[in-house]
């Protein structure tokens, strides 16, 4: 969902402006409740109250439905890492984002 679709929804609970959904998005990250979805430019719930430490979270997004769904794969993290540390690059952040066609799509 994006920050002003969210807006919409929580208008009627007092929240008026774009930059409080913001910092309530940016707060929502940080405690590790929600992800943004860089290519889609929307946010979502954590699937795992613990990804940060079960290799971070990992997007799969329809192109066709815009279904987003939340992977996890340590060993993916650990090739990052290699491949950073190799590189001599420091990571401050990573999005990994797949598109494609869910399989309900690709048979459609």
């Not at 919409?8 to 409740?33: D, H, S, V």
């Not at 992977?71 to 420091?90: E, I, M, N, T």
Request: proline share 5%.
């Amino acid at each position: 969902m994006g920050a002003y679709d969210l807006l919409r929804l929580l208008k009627p609970e007092g929240l008026r402006a774009p930059p409080q959904i913001y910092r309530a998005l940016e707060c929502l990250i940080r405690e590790g409740k929600a992800h943004k979805i860089e290519t889609l430019g929307a946010y979502t719930l954590c699937a795992q109250p613990c990804c940060e430490e079960n290799g971070g979270a990992f997007f799969t997004i329809c192109r066709t439905c815009g279904r987003a769904d939340e992977l996890h794969d340590p060993a993916l993290s650990r090739l990052l890492g290699k491949l950073s540390r190799r590189s001599r690059f420091k990571v401050e952040k990573a999005a990994v984002e797949l598109s494609g066609l869910c399989d309900d799509c690709s048979h459609a």
